[in-house]
């Protein structure tokens, strides 16, 4: 038993052996002490920082350590965000501290960190023009205010592609009363834009019932096909909210879209709004925390991570396109954002907005269900009709870098009328493949179950999952042949076609090679921006959220490997895809044109996508998984373990099998392979849990973690919740 005078705190902290170690607390106990962090010792020289999540009398243990230092002057984590951190802990089966470290930002899970830095934002404060005429002797200064005044509020470091010396100017901006300066992660807008235009029926309807219901827990899914004004729904739902002194998390799936979003809002917001993503510094992500929690934040626009950021007086959640998958975190602790976003405005009692112009099924099914509130928005703002879009059948026709000579002749056209094309392929490289015409053999990694991918600029084969460069051979490994050709098209060899056909018209190429960073990002965008006639060439990066108002035309390269799938939701992701990459053209005053180049054009697939819509597609879609029993008409989990050999990696999941046991309710496939069998040399096996209903499977997964810990042992395992997938 410990002396009186002492109190026992229980500290959550990153450790495999126990949610909470007790510490004594000495010295002047402040108030509101469960939330905040501390630096403990563990073992004989370690410092960690955990959070106080408890208080206690006594303990189980005669001799405790005593906390090193209490980290925050405030709890850091307030009542209602702890509770959904432990909840997403229980759910997700991990550690209560694995599920804080996750939701902290970087800055807070050090045990020694200087005060959060400073960091400046800037915001156009007046309107161009009148800034052009101040600016006719200073062209640099002009470049970056009509950068800021384009973009939307900007640090400098984002303005180093236009001036290595983007700061003075912008200082010097400023003092010319043409900017506006934070010294928060944030920009407080007090200057809004009056839209010229009015809502259409169908948005006034979604507004008026949304508004109606926002004053306690409820989840609206804001069924919008695209270009339907889902963004002006969301800014008008949360203005009364913020009128009353209230705050808002808006989260979207990439950082990529964040900017878009952010700069959206900050046009027509009256309030303070801050961004988070992992693409700011570890300062600027603390500091976007620490005001919001405080109450000096209205609205932040976050990716996944941001979910957990602390709020003072939070009123609503707006999740925009909910079905996309990166909201589903696929390394170390496995939640889905979207998932949590619901349950915080459970805890919360506030309501939620899933928006999206393909919803999941898993939304769709509850809205069918009536636990969402269904709201529809089924015309385009700009009244003009969704795009036309043609099956172009590639059976018998001859391709040069994968287009066809008639989708050529319609991508000139285009050009000619001064409109710019998209050409989507989700594919990187030159080819997929390098393939012998003597005897079949095809390069594959040595390291992963993969073929290897060729890059031409880089004249090598890459393996994609675990990034090995190989030279090329000169003959054929197998059988000595120099007959050797590239098999299949990827972004490299589109675009080298396209400058191959289009002369002077520029293409613009996006993805993982080509745009790496933040920097690259949006130099690419900014040339597509000046709407001058431009061919863009884009993997998923480009498919959701952008707006090119002079797009015209949308080409859809390589669909068909979906049909092949072993994934059950293939389709499902398919459909999603291909309404995304349409729904970017005719969005303003350019009529849209959609190819899609199949050899499958009387697939079922596209009969009922293109005739009788995404809604038709998914009811079908939920009709057969409810005959196999798939989600969302169940629940399902997967182990997936791997090992250096394969033997012993399903000896240990034969293992796993026999600690699971019988349960009538829980049907368990495997061992398996996954789909990759093999990845960065080591083999990779997975058991696929299916059960009728939720609480039988976490009841059997929380009895296997007490049998087998998967931080012991050789074998790495872990579970994954509701996966998105099979691999």
Same mark, same amino acid.
């Given at each position: 038993m410990?002396?009186?005078?002492?109190?026992i705190?229980q500290?959550?902290?990153?450790?495999p052996f126990?949610?909470?170690?007790?510490y004594q607390l000495t010295g002047?106990?402040?108030?509101? &002490?469960i939330?905040?962090?501390?630096?403990?010792?563990?073992?004989k020289n370690?410092?960690?920082?955990?959070?106080?999540i408890?208080?206690?009398n006594s303990?189980?243990y005669?001799?405790?350590?005593?906390?090193?230092?209490?980290?925050d002057e405030?709890p850091l984590l307030?009542?209602?965000?702890?509770n959904?951190i432990k909840?997403?802990?229980?759910?997700y089966?991990?550690?209560?501290?694995?599920m804080?470290m996750?939701?902290l930002?970087?800055?807070?899970r050090k045990p020694d960190?200087?005060?959060i830095?400073?960091?400046?934002?800037?915001?156009?404060?007046?309107?161009?023009?009148?800034?052009?005429e101040?600016l006719?002797? /200073?062209?640099?200064?002009?470049?970056v205010?009509?950068?800021?005044?384009?973009?939307?509020?900007?640090?400098p470091?984002?303005?180093?592609h236009l001036?290595?010396s983007?700061?003075?100017l912008?200082k010097?901006?400023?003092?010319?009363?043409l900017l506006?300066?934070?010294?928060r992660s944030?920009?407080d807008?007090?200057?809004?834009?009056?839209?010229?235009?009015?809502?259409?029926?169908?948005?006034q309807r979604?507004?008026?019932h949304i508004?109606?219901?926002?004053?306690?827990f409820?989840?609206?899914?804001?069924d919008?096909i695209?270009?339907?004004?889902k963004?002006e729904?969301y800014?008008?739902?949360?203005?009364?909210?913020l009128?009353?002194?209230?705050?808002?998390?808006v989260?979207?799936? $990439?950082?990529?879209l964040?900017?878009?979003?952010?700069?959206?809002?900050?046009k *027509?917001?009256?309030g303070?709004?801050?961004?988070?993503?992992s693409?700011?510094s570890?300062g600027? *992500? !603390?500091?976007?925390?620490?005001?919001?929690? /405080?109450?000096h934040?209205d609205?932040?626009?976050?990716?996944?991570?941001?979910?957990?950021?602390p709020?003072?007086?939070? /009123?609503?959640i707006l999740?925009? %396109?909910?079905?996309?998958?990166?909201?589903?975190q696929?390394d170390?602790v496995?939640?889905?954002?979207?998932?949590?976003?619901?349950?915080?405005?459970?805890?919360? #009692?506030?309501p939620?907005?899933?928006?999206?112009?393909?919803?999941?099924?898993?939304?769709l099914?509850h809205a069918?269900?009536?636990h969402?509130?269904w709201?529809?928005?089924?015309?385009?703002t700009n009244q003009?009709?969704?795009?036309n879009?043609q099956?172009?059948?590639?059976?018998?026709?001859?391709?040069?870098?994968?287009?066809t000579?008639k989708?050529?002749? #319609?991508? $000139?056209?285009q050009l000619?009328?001064?409109?710019q094309?998209l050409?989507f392929?989700?594919?990187?490289?030159?080819?997929?493949?390098?393939?012998?015409?003597?005897c079949?053999?095809?390069?594959?990694c040595?390291?992963?179950?993969a073929?290897?991918t060729?890059?031409k600029?880089?004249d090598?084969?890459?393996c994609?999952?675990? @990034?090995?460069?190989y030279?090329?051979p %000169?003959f054929?490994?197998?059988c000595g042949s120099?007959e050797?050709?590239?098999l299949?098209v990827?972004?490299?060899q589109?675009?080298? !076609?396209?400058?191959q056909?289009l002369?002077d018209y520029?293409?613009?190429?996006f993805?993982?090679?080509?745009?790496?960073t933040?920097k690259?990002w949006q130099?690419?965008?900014?040339?597509?921006?000046?709407?001058k006639?431009?061919?863009?060439?884009?993997?998923q990066?480009?498919a959701k959220?952008?707006d090119?108002?002079k797009l015209?035309?949308?080409?859809?390269v390589n669909?068909?490997?979906?049909f092949?799938?072993?994934d059950?939701?293939?389709? $499902?992701?398919?459909?999603?895809l291909?309404?995304?990459v349409?729904?970017?053209?005719? *969005? !303003?005053?350019t009529?849209?044109?959609?190819?899609?180049?199949?050899?499958?054009?009387?697939? $079922?697939?596209f009969?009922?996508?293109l005739e009788?819509?995404y809604?038709?597609?998914a *009811?079908?879609?939920?009709?057969? @998984?409810?005959?196999m029993q798939?989600p969302?008409?169940s629940?399902m989990a997967i182990?997936r373990?791997?090992?250096r050999?394969e033997?012993?990696?399903e000896?240990?999941?034969?293992?796993?099998v026999?600690a &699971?046991g019988?349960?009538?309710?829980?049907?368990?496939m495997?061992?398996?392979?996954?789909?990759?069998q093999?990845k960065?040399?080591?083999?990779?096996?997975?058991?696929?849990? +299916?059960?009728?209903?939720r609480?039988?499977l976490h009841q059997l997964?929380?009895?296997?973690?007490?049998?087998? +810990?998967?931080t012991?042992g050789?074998?790495?395992w872990?579970i994954?919740?509701d996966?998105v997938?099979?691999?």
């Amino acid at each position: 038993m410990n002396n009186a005078s002492s109190r026992i705190v229980q500290v959550a902290l990153k450790i495999p052996f126990a949610d909470t170690l007790d510490y004594q607390l000495t010295g002047k106990i402040p108030k509101q &002490i469960i939330g905040r962090r501390v630096r403990v010792p563990l073992g004989k020289n370690k410092l960690l920082v955990g959070v106080i999540i408890g208080l206690k009398n006594s303990s189980d243990y005669r001799k405790l350590k005593t906390v090193d230092a209490i980290l925050d002057e405030q709890p850091l984590l307030n009542k209602n965000t702890l509770n959904l951190i432990k909840k997403a802990a229980n759910y997700y089966q991990v550690s209560l501290g694995d599920m804080l470290m996750t939701a902290l930002p970087a800055w807070f899970r050090k045990p020694d960190n200087p005060p959060i830095p400073q960091e400046t934002w800037y915001k156009a404060n007046i309107d161009p023009q009148t800034a052009k005429e101040k600016l006719q002797k /200073a062209p640099k200064q002009w470049q970056v205010f009509d950068y800021i005044h384009a973009n939307g509020p900007q640090m400098p470091a984002a303005l180093s592609h236009l001036s290595a010396s983007a700061a003075a100017l912008c200082k010097q901006l400023t003092d010319k009363g043409l900017l506006q300066q934070s010294d928060r992660s944030f920009i407080d807008n007090k200057h809004i834009e009056q839209p010229d235009f009015t809502l259409t029926d169908d948005q006034q309807r979604v507004l008026k019932h949304i508004q109606n219901h926002n004053n306690h827990f409820n989840v609206s899914l804001l069924d919008g096909i695209t270009g339907s004004g889902k963004t002006e729904v969301y800014i008008r739902s949360l203005m009364p909210l913020l009128e009353k002194g209230q705050q808002a998390l808006v989260l979207v799936p $990439e950082i990529g879209l964040t900017p878009q979003l952010f700069q959206t809002f900050s046009k *027509r917001i009256e309030g303070r709004l801050a961004v988070f993503h992992s693409g700011l510094s570890d300062g600027a *992500r !603390a500091r976007v925390w620490q005001q919001a929690g /405080a109450g000096h934040v209205d609205v932040v626009v976050a990716t996944r991570s941001g979910l957990f950021t602390p709020f003072k007086n939070l /009123a609503m959640i707006l999740v925009d %396109e909910e079905h996309d998958l990166s909201y589903k975190q696929q390394d170390g602790v496995r939640y889905s954002a979207r998932d949590l976003a619901v349950l915080r405005g459970q805890i919360e #009692d506030i309501p939620v907005v899933l928006g999206s112009a393909t919803p999941a099924y898993e939304s769709l099914r509850h809205a069918l269900n009536n636990h969402y509130h269904w709201l529809t928005l089924r015309s385009r703002t700009n009244q003009k009709s969704l795009p036309n879009i043609q099956l172009q059948n590639l059976d018998s026709r001859k391709t040069h870098g994968g287009l066809t000579r008639k989708t050529l002749n #319609d991508i $000139e056209q285009q050009l000619d009328s001064g409109h710019q094309v998209l050409v989507f392929l989700n594919r990187r490289g030159w080819s997929p493949k390098l393939l012998c015409h003597d005897c079949g053999w095809i390069a594959e990694c040595d390291d992963c179950d993969a073929y290897l991918t060729y890059h031409k600029h880089k004249d090598r084969l890459i393996c994609h999952h675990c @990034r090995r460069h190989y030279s090329l051979p %000169e003959f054929c490994p197998n059988c000595g042949s120099q007959e050797m050709d590239t098999l299949g098209v990827g972004t490299e060899q589109v675009e080298t !076609a396209l400058q191959q056909e289009l002369g002077d018209y520029p293409v613009i190429r996006f993805d993982r090679d080509s745009v790496s960073t933040a920097k690259q990002w949006q130099q690419q965008l900014d040339r597509v921006r000046t709407g001058k006639p431009c061919v863009i060439v884009g993997t998923q990066m480009l498919a959701k959220g952008h707006d090119f108002p002079k797009l015209s035309l949308v080409v859809v390269v390589n669909v068909d490997n979906s049909f092949y799938s072993t994934d059950f939701r293939a389709e $499902e992701y398919l459909a999603q895809l291909l309404i995304q990459v349409a729904g970017r053209a005719g *969005r !303003a005053e350019t009529a849209g044109q959609v190819i899609i180049q199949t050899h499958q054009p009387k697939h $079922e697939f596209f009969h009922t996508l293109l005739e009788q819509g995404y809604e038709q597609l998914a *009811r079908k879609g939920l009709e057969q @998984r409810q005959d196999m029993q798939f989600p969302p008409f169940s629940h399902m989990a997967i182990i997936r373990a791997q090992h250096r050999y394969e033997d012993k990696l399903e000896a240990f999941l034969l293992e796993l099998v026999d600690a &699971i046991g019988q349960d009538p309710d829980v049907s368990v496939m495997g061992p398996l392979p996954a789909p990759m069998q093999k990845k960065q040399k080591l083999h990779r096996m997975q058991l696929i849990l +299916n059960a009728s209903n939720r609480r039988s499977l976490h009841q059997l997964l929380k009895q296997l973690l007490k049998k087998h +810990n998967p931080t012991a042992g050789p074998v790495r395992w872990f579970i994954d919740i509701d996966p998105v997938s099979f691999d």
